[in-house]
């Protein structure tokens, strides 16, 4: 079974431009949440999407945003763009939600991430 | 709040010998908690998981941890290290209240000297 994929693994912007990353989950995985990692915050939750809703966000301004298709995939969206924003985002799938029970947990899997640059 | 702290930024090790990266937690109830290994261009990997009954859990790849609840840990052992170990490790503990969701530490980064 192919594992998360992400596209495209590296980019460059300039402050002021817009970006959009790409996630597709693992086959049957319905849930995708992203996170952003740098090495100062580590890595910082922005959202999940379950059937194609946004379920669970961070602390994140508006300049973040995402959606989910029919089909699992996901994209998320950064507007203008800032040089604090040049960081790893993962994406990660997992069959149900986080917690869909009460003390529930099921396991996510990550994708190797988009690496974004901005200058 | 909830939190995790990994005191340790940067290990480095000779091959063959012993690790123990730390992890703390900071979590009202009973934690679900969590150890996830990232090598250079690579996502997140799960070595282990912690939710429950025996407080000793192994992982993939040798490790293995132990959750103590008196001290707030969750370090990460392995006997004998790999050159292929060296990697960034990182801890993290499930919310498993109203917002459902990883928090995780920052990271040790380890280093295996040949």
């Known amino acids: 079974k192919a594992g998360v994929t992400q596209t495209p693994r590296y980019l460059i912007k300039t402050r002021g431009q817009q970006v959009t990353l790409s996630c597709s989950p693992i086959?049957?995985?319905?849930?995708v949440s992203w996170y952003q990692q740098t090495p100062g915050q580590g890595l910082q939750f922005l959202f999940e999407y379950f059937s194609e809703t946004q379920r669970n966000k961070g602390n994140f301004p508006g300049r973040f945003s995402g959606r989910q298709f029919s089909n699992s995939r996901s994209e998320m969206n950064v507007s203008t763009l800032e040089l604090g924003d040049s960081a790893l985002y993962l994406c990660?799938?997992?069959?149900?939600?986080?917690?869909?029970?009460?003390?529930?947990?099921?396991?996510?899997?990550f994708g190797p991430g988009t690496r974004l640059t901005v200058l | 709040a909830q939190s995790v702290t990994q005191p340790d930024i940067h290990i480095t090790v000779s091959e063959g010998a012993s690790l123990e990266l730390r992890c703390n937690y900071s979590y009202g109830a009973t934690p679900y908690l969590f150890w996830y290994v990232q090598s250079p261009g690579q996502g997140l990997q799960l070595l282990l998981k912690y939710f429950s009954g025996d407080t000793l859990v192994q992982g993939i790849k040798g490790f293995e941890a132990e959750f103590k609840r008196s001290q707030s840990s969750f370090n990460l052992r392995k006997p004998s290290v790999h050159w292929s170990d060296a990697a960034e490790y990182f801890c993290?503990?499930?919310?498993?209240?109203?917002?459902?969701?990883?928090?995780w530490g920052l990271g040790t980064s380890l280093a295996v000297n040949p």
């Open positions: 990660a799938s997992r069959w149900g939600l986080a917690g869909a029970k009460l003390f529930s947990y099921n396991e996510q899997f």
């Open positions: 086959s049957g995985h319905r849930s």
């Open positions: 993290a503990v499930f919310n498993a209240g109203n917002n459902r969701k990883l928090i």
